[in-house]
């Protein structure tokens, strides 16, 4: 039996409650059910469940001539249907769960969830996104590079929520996300790889490359991408030994229930040097 | 804090108009089961990968033992059972019958209540798009071919119903 639950009537009378008490959030909870349900089908939260998906001022997507914002309860299915969301974006969210699970499934719950494995971080990574948080203080905004540090870890305050998401329109010649999984649809990552940029004059430019679930926490290596930006993809691929270095020493792969470091590393390196081969002959 | 351990909801369920109050967070799968009795609404593996539960609200595929009554408040809840007296399920379950996509059953009801998703999504779905809107939907006896075959029956045989 839940402690207690309250359905807050606004997004103020949520940040109230969030100022004042204990409160568990809970937005599509694909993933908070999974991990709180009993097998005989009852839960335990062990603070006041507070769900946020019927607040309209977490809802919907707002875009300007730069960038996109997506605020934080809408639904990943929603964000699919949008014309103004990034096809690299769009392509990493299509890969999370299957249709009903992306239903019920929120943005904001895969950043907060801060899953090694959440299938849309590589992504919003590679674009620099920024979140916005708010309590009744005000807002504040984070990069999600800087928002989570460990598995299931974010640096949210117990008085703040997600607001939403904020992304550039990047402009890019090559984009890619490899998703390694038991099986094509509704399967956990065993590692993902994104990676997206520029061509120009047949160089490599403003390449960004990132990794799910090959760490603690989903992870851009930049100084790989430092190092490839300004040359041509053969370039890059003559001096592989240096990039794999890189990779080596920075990716953290584990060995669990899904995979083992040794295959996640393997594969990592090589779907990064696909996505370089497809520089090629630009 | 005014917070409620009884929770009072107003809801459409299979064309009737419900007020459900109790435990917001039951699981939605197991209120349409225990208190409403519609035991086509299946539970297979409780986590929302099997699809054995799935209903449809306003229209869209959901896994209801995913859910909590909150989630379905002031909303239309369709399960199979409010769905069998369409045209659409008649061409469905045709379909079902005619590609021998049924074996054991268990998983019936939740492709039927996918495939009416699907349809209503896109009424002449490609293969690929099959088997890829298909996917949180598992069935152990079939090999999925003959459910496949039997969404493409329907998507021809109810040409224009969707």
């Known amino acids: 039996m839940v402690k207690a639950f309250y359905y807050p009537r606004s997004l103020n009378d949520a940040l109230e409650q969030l100022s004042e008490n204990e409160i568990l959030l809970i937005a599509g909870g694909t993933d908070l059910v999974v991990k709180t349900i009993h097998w005989t089908g009852h839960m335990d939260f062990n603070k006041t469940l507070m769900p946020l998906?019927?607040?309209?001022?977490?809802?919907?997507?707002?875009?300007?001539?730069?960038?996109?914002?997506?605020?934080?309860?809408?639904?990943?299915?929603?964000?699919?249907?949008?014309?103004?969301?990034?096809?690299?974006?769009?392509?990493?969210?299509?890969?999370?769960?299957?249709?009903?699970?992306?239903?019920?499934?929120?943005?904001?719950?895969?950043?907060?969830?801060?899953?090694?494995?959440?299938?849309?971080?590589?992504?919003?990574?590679?674009?620099?996104?920024?979140?916005?948080?708010?309590?009744?203080?005000?807002k504040r905004m984070v990069k999600l590079a800087d928002f989570i540090h460990a598995p299931g870890k974010t640096r949210i305050r117990p008085d703040e929520l997600l607001l939403s998401v904020t992304i550039p329109k990047l402009s890019y010649d090559r984009y890619r996300f490899s998703k390694?999984?038991?099986?094509?649809?509704?399967?956990?990552s065993k590692l993902s790889v994104f990676g997206i940029g520029r061509i120009e004059n047949g160089l490599i430019s403003d390449i960004r490359l990132s990794y799910g679930a090959l760490g603690p926490v989903p992870i851009r290596i930049t100084d790989a991408e430092r190092f490839m930006n300004r040359k041509s993809a053969s370039e890059v691929l003559d001096n592989w030994d240096i990039i794999e270095n890189s990779l080596e020493t920075q990716l953290k792969p584990i060995d669990d229930l899904r995979s083992d470091a040794?295959?996640?590393?393997?594969?990592?390196?090589?779907?990064?040097?696909?996505?370089?081969?497809s520089f090629t002959h630009c | 804090?005014?917070?409620?351990?009884?929770?009072?909801?107003?809801?459409?369920?299979?064309?009737?108009?419900?007020?459900?109050?109790?435990?917001?967070?039951r699981r939605l799968l197991n209120v349409l089961r225990e208190d409403y009795h519609l035991t086509g609404v299946k539970e297979g593996c409780g986590e929302g990968e099997c699809g054995a539960c799935a209903i449809l609200v306003d229209g869209h595929l959901y896994n209801s033992c995913l859910m909590m009554p909150y989630q379905i408040n002031h909303k239309s809840v369709l399960t199979i059972e409010g769905f069998?007296?369409?045209?659409?399920?008649?061409?469905?379950?045709?379909?079902?019958?005619?590609?021998?996509?049924?074996?054991?059953?268990?998983?019936?009801?939740?492709?039927?209540?996918?495939?009416?998703?699907?349809?209503?999504?896109?009424?002449?779905?490609?293969?690929?798009?099959?088997?890829s809107f298909m996917s949180g939907?598992?069935?152990?006896?079939?090999?999925?071919?003959?459910?496949?075959?039997?969404?493409?029956?329907?998507?021809?045989?109810?040409?224009?119903?969707?």
Request: hydrophobic share 40%.
């Open chain 1, 180 to 188: 390694i999984g038991q099986r094509k649809g509704c399967a956990i």
């Open chain 1, 262 to 277: 040794a295959y996640r590393l393997e594969v990592a390196l090589n779907l990064t040097k696909e996505f370089i081969a």
């Open chain 2, 137 to 162: 939907n598992l069935c152990r006896c079939t090999g999925y071919d003959m459910i496949i075959k039997a969404v493409m029956i329907a998507s021809e045989a109810g040409d224009g119903l969707w």
């Open chain 2, 84 to 131: 069998r007296d369409s045209k659409r399920f008649e061409i469905i379950s045709r379909a079902f019958e005619a590609a021998g996509a049924v074996q054991c059953g268990f998983c019936t009801p939740g492709m039927v209540m996918a495939t009416e998703a699907l349809l209503r999504k896109n009424p002449h779905p490609l293969r690929d798009e099959i088997a």
């Open chain 1, 53 to 138: 998906s019927h607040l309209p001022a977490l809802r919907g997507i707002s875009t300007d001539d730069t960038s996109v914002t997506i605020f934080a309860a809408t639904s990943l299915n929603t964000i699919l249907g949008h014309p103004s969301v990034p096809d690299p974006i769009k392509q990493a969210i299509r890969s999370i769960g299957s249709e009903s699970i992306r239903n019920l499934g929120t943005l904001g719950g895969n950043i907060c969830n801060a899953s090694p494995a959440g299938d849309s971080l590589p992504a919003l990574l590679g674009y620099d996104a920024m979140l916005t948080l708010q309590s009744v203080q005000g």
């Open chain 2, 1 to 25: 804090m005014n917070s409620e351990n009884e929770f009072s909801i107003l809801f459409n369920l299979n064309g009737d108009e419900i007020h459900y109050l109790g435990d917001p967070t």
